[in-house]
């Protein structure tokens, strides 16, 4: 059907067929909420697109959401069995210096009761001595030694330590038991195996009183303990008292002090630990106190983020395009409306804003959907691992609003195809 303009004794287009356009007001009285309302309407007679349309929106929204929540919330679990053990462990060292052959030697010392005398800090739940002994070219062989499918291990470690070892680091004894101090005191040839020392010997019960020899020197094996919490690498080694590594391994001095500590006990511990071990020279030795927050938190969380944030960058990247070229499409589809509004004294501004913000409302409604699932999505799964959700509001927001930038941009180039229709050409069916 032909549109003729208004004249005298002819009726008008809105009067010949009224459903042809909705009602446009006049220019000077359009105003941003006639525009907001227009573009509700248009985007609502169409749902099935616009559900198509918000897809793209959606998942990237989603995805940027989803990866912030589930990073944060795998940060605050790790950092917490983490922490679990870190956060209360001290340990305390001789500082090194580089002697003249270029070796690193240490310049203070550790004395031989330094446990005990740290373990009467305020703080202190226990303390105990590492020393690892260097094999000097030993062997650890399991017994019997002639049998030929005996394997002959030599594990990383060989280490010295005081009774308190198992309290210190976190650790379960598996079979047997810990030497003590008796064992400490008379200087016995007893050892105690990690797991996967003892796998490698080949032990795996004590019942049967199994030996081991280091070097050609026997050792009664009491125990075979579990994974330690605070240092895992123990597992792997063989572990004697330390004042049998003093008669049987000409042990010099102990190296290292490991304090378990209270939380939150680890600065006043850290200062008065070096003062009880060595009151007229403290700075000769290194102490290590639990930090107020861990690297590997955020370590996880960044490691985490680069690759879900470029996944959901490229998703909400395909989501802009579906948005600019659904809304290409309104702008061909509507060239007639478009001519009748600018004849009824629309401008080009007017119909410009008209489609960017029926882009804007199309991303709003994608990023408010995309985060409200992602939202639920870090609730759920949180829920079933029995963890702690993190979700920070803001981030929810964020996403929303990038879901309504996203469709902005999108419907801009559409939008000023539709601001640069002339009426004339228009309403004769041409774009």
Same mark, same amino acid.
């Given at each position: 059907?032909? =549109?003729?303009?208004?004249? &005298?004794?002819?009726?008008?287009?809105?009067?010949?067929?009224?459903?042809?356009?909705?009602?446009?007001? &006049?220019?000077?009285? #359009?105003? #941003?909420?006639? =525009?907001?309302?227009?573009?509700?309407?248009?985007?609502?007679?169409?749902?099935?697109?616009?559900?198509?349309?918000? /897809?793209?929106?959606?998942?990237?929204?989603?995805?940027?959401?989803?990866?912030?929540?589930?990073?944060?919330?795998?940060?605050?679990?790790?950092s917490?069995q983490?922490?679990?053990?870190?956060?209360?462990?001290?340990?305390?060292?001789?500082?090194?210096?580089?002697?003249?052959?270029g070796?690193?030697?240490?310049?203070?010392?550790?004395?031989?009761?330094?446990?005990?005398?740290?373990?009467?800090?305020?703080?202190?739940?226990?303390?105990?001595?590492?020393?690892?002994?260097?094999?000097?070219?030993?062997?650890?062989?399991?017994?019997?030694?002639?049998?030929?499918?005996?394997?002959? @291990?030599?594990?990383?470690?060989?280490?010295?330590?005081?009774?308190a070892?198992?309290?210190?680091?976190?650790?379960?004894?598996?079979?047997?038991?810990?030497?003590?101090?008796?064992?400490?005191?008379?200087?016995?040839?007893? /050892?105690?195996?990690?797991?996967?020392?003892?796998?490698?010997?080949?032990?795996?019960r004590?019942?049967?009183?199994?030996?081991?020899?280091?070097?050609?020197?026997?050792?009664?094996?009491i125990?075979?303990?579990?994974?330690?919490?605070?240092?895992?690498?123990?597992? *792997?080694?063989? !572990?004697?008292?330390?004042?049998?590594?003093?008669?049987?391994?000409?042990?010099?001095?102990?190296?290292?002090?490991?304090?378990?500590?209270?939380p939150?006990?680890?600065?006043?511990?850290?200062?008065?630990?070096?003062?009880?071990?060595?009151?007229? *020279?403290?700075?000769?030795?290194?102490?290590?106190?639990?930090?107020?927050?861990?690297? =590997?938190?955020?370590? @996880?969380?960044?490691?985490?983020?680069?690759?879900?944030?470029?996944?959901?960058?490229?998703?909400?990247?395909?989501?802009?395009?579906?948005?600019?070229?659904?809304?290409?499409?309104?702008?061909?589809?509507? !060239?007639?409306?478009?001519?009748?509004?600018?004849? =009824?004294?629309?401008?080009?501004?007017?119909?410009?804003?008209? #489609?960017?913000?029926?882009?804007? @409302?199309?991303?709003?409604?994608?990023?408010?959907?995309?985060?409200?699932?992602?939202?639920?999505? +870090?609730? +759920?799964?949180?829920a079933?691992?029995?963890?702690?959700?993190?979700?920070?509001?803001?981030?929810?927001?964020?996403?929303?609003?990038?879901?309504?930038?996203?469709?902005?941009?999108?419907?801009w180039?559409?939008?000023?195809?539709?601001?640069?229709?002339?009426? !004339?050409?228009?309403?004769?069916?041409?774009?």
């Amino acid at each position: 059907m032909r =549109l003729a303009w208004p004249r &005298r004794g002819r009726r008008t287009a809105r009067e010949a067929s009224p459903a042809l356009v909705r009602p446009v007001a &006049r220019a000077d009285r #359009f105003t #941003f909420t006639d =525009l907001l309302l227009e573009s509700i309407a248009d985007i609502g007679s169409r749902p099935g697109r616009l559900v198509m349309t918000m /897809v793209g929106t959606v998942l990237g929204v989603g995805a940027l959401v989803a990866t912030i929540g589930f990073a944060q919330t795998a940060t605050h679990q790790i950092s917490q069995q983490f922490d679990a053990a870190r956060a209360t462990q001290v340990v305390v060292t001789p500082k090194s210096a580089l002697a003249q052959s270029g070796d690193s030697v240490a310049s203070g010392r550790l004395p031989w009761d330094a446990a005990e005398r740290v373990a009467l800090l305020a703080g202190v739940v226990a303390a105990t001595t590492i020393t690892e002994l260097p094999l000097d070219g030993d062997t650890i062989t399991a017994v019997p030694v002639n049998d030929p499918s005996a394997p002959a @291990v030599a594990p990383p470690r060989l280490v010295a330590a005081d009774p308190a070892l198992l309290d210190v680091l976190g650790g379960q004894l598996q079979a047997g038991r810990m030497f003590d101090e008796g064992h400490d005191a008379r200087s016995d040839r007893v /050892v105690v195996l990690g797991r996967r020392a003892a796998e490698r010997l080949g032990i795996n019960r004590v019942d049967s009183q199994p030996s081991v020899f280091i070097g050609e020197v026997p050792f009664a094996v009491i125990g075979i303990y579990g994974d330690l919490h605070a240092r895992g690498e123990l597992s *792997d080694a063989v !572990v004697m008292p330390l004042a049998t590594a003093r008669a049987v391994r000409a042990l010099t001095a102990p190296e290292e002090l490991q304090v378990r500590i209270t939380p939150g006990a680890g600065p006043q511990v850290g200062r008065q630990s070096a003062l009880a071990l060595q009151p007229d *020279d403290p700075d000769s030795l290194d102490v290590s106190t639990p930090r107020a927050e861990s690297d =590997l938190g955020a370590s @996880v969380q960044a490691d985490v983020n680069v690759v879900f944030l470029i996944l959901g960058g490229i998703v909400l990247l395909a989501g802009a395009l579906g948005i600019a070229n659904v809304t290409m499409l309104n702008v061909a589809e509507r !060239v007639p409306e478009i001519g009748l509004r600018r004849a =009824l004294g629309a401008t080009g501004r007017q119909i410009g804003g008209q #489609f960017v913000l029926e882009s804007s @409302v199309i991303g709003l409604l994608g990023g408010l959907i995309g985060a409200a699932v992602a939202v639920i999505a +870090v609730v +759920v799964f949180s829920a079933l691992q029995e963890w702690t959700p993190i979700v920070d509001p803001w981030t929810a927001v964020a996403g929303t609003a990038l879901g309504a930038s996203v469709g902005l941009i999108a419907g801009w180039i559409p939008a000023r195809r539709a601001a640069r229709i002339e009426p !004339v050409t228009a309403l004769r069916g041409g774009a």
